[in-house]
């Protein structure tokens, strides 16, 4: 299996909401990533969790708040958005300590902010 | 600085043909390079991986080459389909943090029929 899932697909929320997107693999991948990315732009990483504990923090602002439960799951939990936090939200994962240190991305949600 | 530029920011070509789109980079030094491919709204998928002793790798229709003294890598596509439409993304990983991968901006590249 090398399939990084994400749920849900779309998501639409008002500034006041409270919800959680969620990230999974099964491929034994020890650091999981979060990424933000606008139309037409490349993604910018959020965070890096390596062996379940929070490696990179990019200057993230505290209303995206990362989880990671364990080696296989990964949530972001969102609250008090802004409209400008509307954009694409991937998940990938590599396996720490290859030579090649691939990462594997998910379908990615949609997240848009009213 | 370590930047990835990539060139043409945009193409269009005719189903059929071929193309190559280029990468500039000034990574130094790096583990591997990759071009990914991502289709509009969702996430890359990657094509190619290349580490720095590798000059090409080739993965169907898509063949990638690799210049490490230019700092230069390219993208190849043969015989393109209408579903080749997509992105394509040029990502380094630098040798001294591989977690953090350094992006290129992307080839927009529409095959029209």
């Known amino acids: 299996d090398t399939e990084v899932t994400q749920t849900p697909k779309h998501l639409v929320m008002g500034m006041t909401n409270k919800k959680s997107l969620k990230c999974e693999q099964h491929?034994?991948?020890?650091?999981m990533y979060w990424y933000k990315q606008k139309a037409k732009k490349p993604p910018e990483l959020m965070f890096v969790?390596?062996?379940?504990?929070?490696?990179i923090n990019e200057s993230v602002p505290s209303r995206f708040s990362p989880e990671c439960p364990n080696s296989s799951l990964l949530n972001l939990h969102l609250h008090a958005l802004q409209p400008e936090d509307s954009a694409l939200y991937l998940c990938a994962s590599s396996a720490p300590g290859t030579s090649t240190y691939e990462q594997y991305f998910g379908p990615g949600t949609r997240l848009t902010v009213t | 600085k370590n930047q990835v530029e990539q060139s043409p920011q945009s193409l269009i070509i005719l189903e059929g043909k071929n193309c190559t789109l280029q990468c500039n980079y000034t990574v130094s030094p790096f583990s591997n390079l990759r071009w990914y491919k991502q289709d509009t709204g969702r996430g890359p998928v990657s094509l190619t991986i290349?580490?720095?002793?590798?000059n090409t790798k080739s993965n169907g229709r898509y063949t990638a080459t690799l210049d490490a003294d230019t700092k230069q890598s390219s993208l190849h596509i043969t015989a393109s389909q209408l579903s080749d439409s997509a992105s394509y993304i040029c990502v380094v990983s630098p040798y001294s943090s591989a977690s953090k991968i350094i992006f290129g901006s992307g080839t927009r590249l529409s095959i029209r029929p």
């Open positions: 491929m034994g991948h020890r650091a």
């Open positions: 290349m580490t720095f002793s590798e």
């Open positions: 969790y390596s062996y379940e504990k929070l490696s």
